[in-house]
């Protein structure tokens, strides 16, 4: 095991009208002045965001809002709400939303207190001062409510890139899984998808002695093989949806990932197809992900592989041919991504094979190095974007 | 699943040296006048007070030091601290040592701000005003160096009795596996009895749909049936060392026991054993846990013990009589307690059916209640203590 630190200070309120406690919580974190980001839509239909207004001014904490928080988000909304926060002068930003509404709340928040470009952060600069932000979450997958980073879309030239830092975990974060409850199905998949991927990309890792965390990682993907196929099939059921939401949470606030080489090659991968064709990023993911893992099983040591087809797909250990288990956990993963209705291939998606050097070429602009179980380079990923044909 | 808020802020700096950065964090978290508080013995002569004290010379910041934390910590050196505390003007205490060094500077660090008898917290007082405590753990155990609680031992009764609050959780905790290799062989295993303990008393609970946390409670429990067994073949063994010392943590912090009812009745009872008979608070839970399984298997739906037995023990499921699997786990479990080499029964730690009566008489003194999955009165708790004779 790798030393490490590790801090998670996130205030999270869990369960069923806790929305209505959003304004007790931004005046607990000390916000005078809130700006609301949300993307529209079902936040306004549900009468979530007139809730959380409701409990602002039950605290007489005045606010301005900012809707349109698209899937894939922006940065020209990005910049808008900069703008807006500093016009404002707001001193708390408030994401109410899925990943998309939430990881541009957290660009407003560190883009308004920096002179600069905010994409400066999105190309490697720590992010290290922002505006305290909090959280409202409708859907169960980025794992943003408790996590360091943002991930948002450059509008010239459209790709997508990470930004890091202590100062943008939520300092609360509220979670209902209720809000969950009438997501479309491909959402909810495609969030039970990147769960998954955000455990994945930690479990296979080179790092060796690292059962704790293995196993807290084998407790979340066997989590979401049951819950997952149960919210499914039953949509309303609240204790599968909260059983997905609060493991979407420990997936993702590294509680799962420390002391150990983490890979993260497939999600920057992903990025690409979310990106040139429009899919969700869980599809994405579900498309790439047996794809990387047939490349790594056919190149590098299968322990790993071998022990998530056993632990996490109960699939029977091959003694003569661990490869041929190995193999059988990638598939098993893979037939999961379908049951649930994610697409497994490129073709599904819209992609054909002439894009892939473009797309292996696109996901080395600004940014060198990718993988650490498999050091990608282009050559790499376009063998294994074939896979995924 | 039940609502529930979480929040864990404790900076945790995990790994090989790191007690070389206690200054820093001291001066971090803003202590410029520190009591460091330990047992002695091992901390002394390893020399791990010289580095600690060094860390802080290096930052600048002055200290005094009070000694003699012993195991099943004692109020009466909890009164001398405070009274340390108050006339050298303490701002931070800073626990070295194991759980007892750090349940006393957290009562020190409570203590010191009370105008009343810091007893008053360990009766039921919440605690909500505290001096900022730091620690440096020296025994994977007690889970205090992540959680809210302290439990102290009142000399004039001899009894044991546990205070919480959110403000005593440590500010930061230092966790050097390194620390843990020379340990006796009892104190290791006792530490492991306690770690699995913690995820027992969260695991056995009435609450339904609670698969997030069932699963993570399992893997703190299934890294201790792995690593426990590697470290009691092998105690210079880092890598065990360090799975154990994290599981330590994660099985206390609570984040995996959100969200659902919790049992404690077996520990409240063990602190009757471990005042009476002197014997290790781990030792006296392999004692313990096994009886108040048999005893909740002849009296409780059967589902949560045959789950453990299955999952965490590998036990083959009888289908036709479930009973007979929930049995073989608190078998396999009592016979791992064995196998590290702890008592398993209470003529082994030197009680007799006699002392019955009165160990569970003084369990419910100052204290009425007991226990959640099966709630303690005095004769079922002299049922459960004849079942571990």
Not at 150 to 166: F, H, L, P, Q, W
Not at 248 to 275: P, Y
């Amino acid at each position: 095991m790798d030393n490490f630190t590790f801090y998670s200070p996130t205030y999270f309120v869990f369960g069923k009208e806790t929305e209505n406690q959003t304004g007790k919580y931004v005046k607990q974190f000390g916000g005078k002045k809130v700006l609301i980001h949300y993307g529209g839509g079902s936040v306004v239909r549900s009468g979530l965001l007139d809730r959380v207004k409701k409990s602002l001014d039950a605290e007489k904490i005045p606010y301005v809002e900012l809707g349109g928080a698209e899937p894939n988000p922006k940065s020209g909304l990005v910049y808008k709400g900069i703008e807006l926060a500093r016009k404002e002068k707001i001193d708390f930003v408030l994401g109410v939303g899925g990943g998309s509404a939430i990881d541009s709340a957290k660009a407003i928040a560190f883009g308004a207190l920096y002179d600069g470009d905010f994409w400066d952060f999105y190309k490697g600069k720590p992010v290290t001062e922002a505006v305290p932000v909090g959280c409202v979450l409708t859907l169960a997958g980025t794992g943003t409510e408790g996590s360091t980073d943002s991930v948002i879309t450059n509008e010239d030239g459209m790709y997508k890139r990470c930004a890091d830092g202590d100062c943008i975990r939520p300092k609360f974060a509220i979670l209902n899984p209720e809000l969950t409850t009438t997501l479309p199905p491909y959402q909810t998949a495609s969030g039970i998808a990147d769960i998954m991927a955000h455990s994945m990309e930690r479990l296979f890792s080179k790092t060796k002695d690292v059962e704790i965390t293995d196993r807290l990682l084998e407790a979340v993907l066997l989590t979401m093989v049951k819950e997952g196929r149960r919210v499914i099939k039953d949509p309303s059921n609240y204790e599968g949806r909260a059983n997905i939401m609060w493991a979407g949470m420990i997936a993702h606030n590294n509680v799962t990932g420390v002391g150990r080489a983490q890979d993260w090659g497939t999600h920057h991968m992903e990025n690409e197809l979310s990106t040139t064709y429009g899919c969700s990023h869980g599809a994405g993911l579900a498309v790439l992900f047996p794809a990387w893992m047939e490349y790594a099983i056919q190149t590098e040591d299968v322990s790993r592989f071998v022990q998530f087809a056993t632990r996490v797909f109960g699939c029977q250990m091959n003694f003569e041919d661990p490869k041929v288990t190995a193999m059988e956990g990638a598939i098993a993963f893979k037939n999961f991504m379908k049951e649930l209705g994610l697409p497994t291939s490129i073709s599904e998606i819209g992609g054909k094979e002439a894009d892939i050097p473009t797309l292996a070429k696109n996901m080395f602009h600004e940014a060198p190095n990718h993988g650490n179980f498999i050091k990608l380079t282009p050559e790499i990923a376009q063998k294994i974007y074939k896979l995924a044909l």
